[in-house]
């Protein structure tokens, strides 16, 4: 056994953990079918078993030399237990419940599916980016509360987000952003939940990754301390600066939460260089206006989005514990050690999930994919995700309803954590997307990828 010193594995095999000989990289169920893949590098013959869950023998339903395999007319709506075998290798056993997903499955962990336990049990924070030569790049962390949450895995469209197949994954790699930066690719990620903040860079389309660099040392999250705490974000470019948000800090932590911050670096410095980076001092959240002295004791803020304000302004507005609002922090461009300064409140229907802001040149108009609140009663509800648009960043409105569940048990369904391009007339989109018995609304079973056209007609 060598030494190995880059972040991307293919797969990532934990010492002593039963990964199986053959890999199982992808699954992706629907209606009365499945379809999933597995490494199959040296092009051996393959069979494959399947099984009603837990009951009867597994029976051979399906041979090919090749890495993928459709299984059609089976039971809708049920648990399946499945498995490759060739020779003398056998993969593990896999789980999948059929049913009709939204949108395009990019990938599929059954919530009771325990082969990436070492790391998490449900899928969480989509990253998307289309790489300059056309393909698209999806990724995707395995997080469950107590668990390492240290593992993402990357998919790959060469075909406009139609289908999807596994590149590789990257640990230690959690809440992290790809981005492309000079027709390059970059993860920034931390290593664990409030652990430190890492960037790494591909050269090959995702495939390998050079070994993370730490930008900001953090803590191990497991005992309630404060560190570093991130999501996939829009990666903003603001005056010859290239800008991301982050904050310091924790849920647990009573005295503050999540204080808020920015992190910038020259754009033509070299991003993997610690020393290029520059860091807002935290922001800790108080009371600084009146519209902010009746709020509970346990509001914060968290997962800011950067956006250009209609003044040229270049702000952060984060998720905020007040019914329709969000609040709007203001960086100082000038100075990139000053902390964030409070500009104002801002309505916004979608406020109690993390969400992104773009603004699109052709319209004049910003743009968000919400998680839209509208419950006083259980803000918690993530069942209801909607296409919105502002012409001034100050009033929202609803362009249209794109997956509308409340007719389903909001603490079953979710569509949540969204991240977004405008790529020509079209609006494209990765979710967190939890239904078809996912653990909860929160703990997600998919990764769905989807496509508004000519979305700007809608307004």
Known sequence: ???????????YR??????????????????????FEWLNDDGENCRIFLRKRGEGEFVQVGETCGCEFDISDIADHTDFEFYVEASNKKSRVRLFRT???IGTVVNYLHPDDECYSFSGKYLCSPSYVRHPDGFMLASMDLFAGGYPQNLSLIFRSDDEGKSWHY??????CFWGKLFIHKGEIYMLSCSTEYGDLLIGKSSDGGKTFTAPV????GMNGKNGSSGVHKNPQNIMYFGGRIYNTLEFGAWANKEYGHAAMVMSCDENDDLLVPENWSFSYPLKFDRFAPELSDLPDATMT???????????KLVNIMRF???????????????????????RLMEFPANYSKFMIKYDEISKRYFSVGTMAYDRENTRTRNLLSLLSSKDLEKWEVVCDLHDFRHENPNEVG?????????????????????NNAHNYHDANYSTFHRIEKFRDLL
């Open 302 to 312: 968290i997962e800011g989005t950067l956006v250009i304000d209609t003044k040229g």
């Open 321 to 343: 514990g007040k019914f329709h609002n969000a609040i709007v922090y203001e960086v100082n461009t000038s100075d990139y050690d000053a902390p964030l300064s409070y500009q």
């Open 415 to 435: 569509f949540q954590y969204v991240d977004f391009e405008i790529e020509g007339d079209d609006l494209v989109y990765l979710c967190r997307t939890a239904l």
């Open 1 to 11: 056994m060598k030494g190995y010193n880059l972040w991307s594995h293919r797969p």
């Open 14 to 35: 934990p010492l002593l953990f039963d990964v199986g000989d053959i890999y199982v990289c992808r699954i992706a169920p629907g209606k009365e079918s499945v379809h």
């Open 167 to 172: 590149v590789s994954e990257l640990t230690p």
């Open 214 to 217: 730490v930008l900001l040392k």
């Open 99 to 101: 049913g009709e997903a």
